[in-house]
């Protein structure tokens, strides 16, 4: 009879010659640094020939609004990257300072726009699927 540690170790312990083959994302909300994460990681599993779903959940739907899509934001309180004590990015325009910079950053590393990029994703094969409650 196998013990408690050994059927925790194979059911987690993928064997060598398995290769992932479908992966989720689940996108809670429509933050630029969460949906460019998801983005990025979806994008290159279906470069690796990885069937990709992405989900969007209520709070994440704006990544996939036509009209919202590209003009995502960047919070800054309570964001625990966020360099700065949550009262500063709390104050009049630093979110949309934080934002602004990001996107700056963004096209220096030729990121493409949120519109274009789920396209890429759609396109290769991603499947995009919006929460049916919201």
């Known amino acids: 009879m196998a013990t408690l540690e050994a059927v925790k170790e194979k059911a987690t312990k993928p064997r060598e010659d398995e290769k ?16 460019y994460a998801a983005m ?20 994440g739907l704006d990544a996939i609004t036509k009209k919202k ?6 919070p800054t309180v309570g964001n625990p990257s966020f360099p700065f004590p949550s009262m500063i990015g709390g104050l009049p325009g630093m979110e ?31 499947k995009i699927y919006a929460c049916k409650l919201a």
């Open 96 to 126: 949309s300072l934080v934002t602004a910079q990001m996107k700056k950053e963004m096209e220096k590393l030729d990121m493409p726009p949120v519109d274009e990029f789920m396209e890429m994703i759609s396109l290769s094969g991603g």
């Open 69 to 74: 899509m590209n003009h995502l934001h960047q």
């Open 40 to 59: 990025v990681m979806a994008n290159g599993a279906r470069m690796e020939g990885i069937e990709v779903e992405m989900f969007f959940t209520f709070f």
């Open 20 to 35: 992932i083959r479908k992966i989720c994302f689940i996108l809670s909300k429509s933050a630029m640094d969460s949906a």
